[in-house]
């Protein structure tokens, strides 16, 4: 079984930057895609941003320019910088894995990482 393990939230001010990580159990070579998303309560989980196998990117419109995907396939992990924090990013992120099986694909998803922007 695929494991997903989500890490780098934290409580930042405004106007701050967080990097989150997502290291996989086994190699990312195989998976269709890995992605980014994040809840508050209520709400539905929207994604913030993905990145396909051959390393096209994806952002939400909320975070371009400010939040960026990137992939470290030696070390089957997934990051997404956050700069320019702002309240409305508060939210537990959730890393996500689209992966090649047989007969098709699977998703995956990791426990949750909270980040919480306050002064």
């Known amino acids: 079984q695929l494991q997903l393990a989500e890490s780098g939230g934290g409580l930042v001010q405004p106007g701050g930057s967080l990097r989150l990580s997502c290291v996989s159990s086994g190699s990312i070579f195989s998976f269709i895609s890995m992605a980014w998303y994040r809840q508050v309560p209520g709400k539905e989980r929207d994604l913030v941003a993905s990145?396909?196998?051959?390393?096209?990117?994806y952002y939400g419109d909320s975070v371009k320019g400010r939040f960026s995907i990137s992939r470290d396939s030696a070390k089957n992990t997934v990051y997404l910088q956050m700069n320019s924090l702002k309240s409305e990013d508060t939210a537990v992120y959730y890393c996500?894995?689209?992966?090649?099986?047989?007969?098709?694909?699977?998703?995956?998803w990791g426990q949750g990482t909270q980040v919480t922007v306050s002064s």
């Open positions: 990145i396909i196998s051959v390393g096209d990117t």
């Open positions: 996500k894995a689209i992966k090649r099986e047989a007969g098709g694909s699977r998703s995956y």
